[in-house]
């Protein structure tokens, strides 16, 4: 018995009506992006080439991956990795997807490592909360003379982070350490010349109205307490005893959180406090000296 072959067309045309029956967001793109995946190529190219007959084994994987993000399981997961600052960094279930709003927060960090440090060959950054690792990743690529330490409560976080600084080549400049929040000095880091951190900073009462993609990452790394302030509160009060003097803190929050993150390290004596902006115009970043 032949089996009917299915083109590039037929195959988007017909997962896109599946994502659409389970009302995922941007149904068209989303499969687009999956047979991409699937064929190794770009979505353009993809698209340009509809009539194309795809392999069983090829539309069995396409398929697979639908039916997965018809779960509303976030894209990331689906296809195991995350574009982040120009490195794919592999992430699963047990780790937040990495934003681009974060991306903003690796750029200030640079802007500081190179306008006040840039003569320094022992540049120490402690990554707090590291997830996936990817913050200390692109930092680590992108400052060459810095030594990266990377904290988080989660061994499955911290062993996927350790896999993706080996797959990218920067297991030499990033130490892994298993801790809560600033306590690193039994970890070889008592001074760190940056501190930089993507806390949980969702109020609690709010995660439950968020997508169900949002729902399958890891609790821990959305919730921020009542007031979606409790991390980062505990990061501000502790950030002293890691940095040195002069030192530079530099956190992401909530949109909205921008007046209290201020008064908060301003009432903890930091100095230089400001708030930068996403590429949407919204406050989302503060960078403040101890």
Request: hydrophobic letters at 40%; aromatic letters at 6%; a negative charge.
């Amino acid at each position: 018995m032949k089996v009917k072959s299915v083109s590039i067309s037929e195959w988007l045309e017909k997962a896109d009506d599946f994502l659409e029956k389970r009302q995922v967001p941007e149904t068209r793109a989303n499969a687009e992006f999956l047979l991409a995946e699937v064929l190794g190529v770009g979505r353009s190219q993809m698209v340009l080439s509809g009539d194309r007959e795809l392999s069983w084994k090829q539309g069995s994987h396409f398929w697979e991956m639908v039916k997965a993000r018809g779960k509303r399981l976030p894209l990331a997961y689906v296809i195991g990795y995350q574009p982040f600052c120009g490195l794919d960094v592999k992430v699963t279930p047990s780790v937040l997807v990495p934003r681009p709003e974060t991306e903003g927060l690796v750029e200030e960090a640079v802007k500081v490592a190179e306008s006040k440090y840039p003569l320094s060959a022992n540049l120490h950054i402690l990554d707090v909360g590291t997830g996936s690792g990817c913050i200390a990743l692109a930092l680590a690529k992108k400052l060459s003379k810095a030594m990266l330490y990377a904290t988080d409560l989660s061994d499955s976080a911290l062993k996927l982070a350790e896999e993706n600084a080996v797959k990218l080549g920067l297991i030499q400049r990033i130490r892994f350490l298993r801790e809560d929040l600033f306590k690193p000095s039994a970890g070889g880091a008592p001074w760190a010349d940056i501190v930089v951190s993507n806390p949980p900073y969702i109020p609690t009462g709010e995660i439950d109205n968020l997508s169900p993609e949002v729902h399958q990452e890891p609790f821990m790394a959305l919730d921020g307490g009542e007031s979606g302030m409790e991390a980062i509160k505990a990061i501000a009060a502790d950030a002293p005893r890691v940095l040195k003097p002069g030192g530079y803190l530099l956190m992401e929050f909530m949109m909205g959180q921008g007046v209290e993150v201020k008064r908060q390290l301003d009432h903890l004596g930091f100095s230089e406090i400001r708030l930068e902006k996403d590429l949407q115009g919204v406050e989302r970043i503060v960078v403040a000296r101890r």
